[in-house]
């Protein structure tokens, strides 16, 4: 096998269901922005083509990092943790990575006994999905 994605791949150590967990940072802040899920044609597709595609497991489907929404994630660097069976994403994300159109999907803090908001939404959810409206 000579192809670098697929030797990459054969390191990776995928779940029984074919998925690895996969934590995306903004590459230049060190920012969270976001956990999804990938299997193997995920993360190929994300190295040959630089965007970030992840494995919906509610659609059953691939789906790149704002198809729909219109805020793409570019690949900066993959890493792989010590055991093999996490992804790191270090990308250049545009606009906000939650769905609820937060820059961040860990928006809520355990502070004082009780979850609190800590981060406003950047953008509202119906712009950036207005078919879901």
């Known amino acids: 096998m ?18 690895v967990p996969a934590i995306a ?5 060190g920012e969270v922005l976001m956990m999804a899920w990938m299997n193997r044609e995920a993360v190929r597709a994300s190295l040959r083509e630089g965007r970030v595609c992840y494995w919906s497991r509610s659609r059953g489907t691939l789906w790149r990092k704002g198809e ?5 994630q570019l690949l900066r660097d993959l890493r ?3 055991d093999s069976d996490a992804v ?6 545009t606009g906000v990575a939650c769905h609820t159109g937060r820059r961040s999907c860990f928006f809520r803090a355990w502070r004082n006994d009780a ?15 207005p078919e879901k409206g």
């Open 25 to 29: 940072q903004q590459y230049d802040t």
């Open 80 to 82: 792989l943790d010590c």
């Open 115 to 129: 979850w609190t908001v800590i981060a406003d939404p950047e953008i509202s959810p119906d712009t950036l999905y």
């Open 2 to 19: 000579t192809d670098p994605i697929e030797r990459a791949l054969e390191e990776i150590k995928f779940g029984p269901d074919g998925l």
């Open 68 to 72: 729909t929404s219109g805020q793409v």
């Open 88 to 93: 790191l994403l270090l990308v250049d994300q």
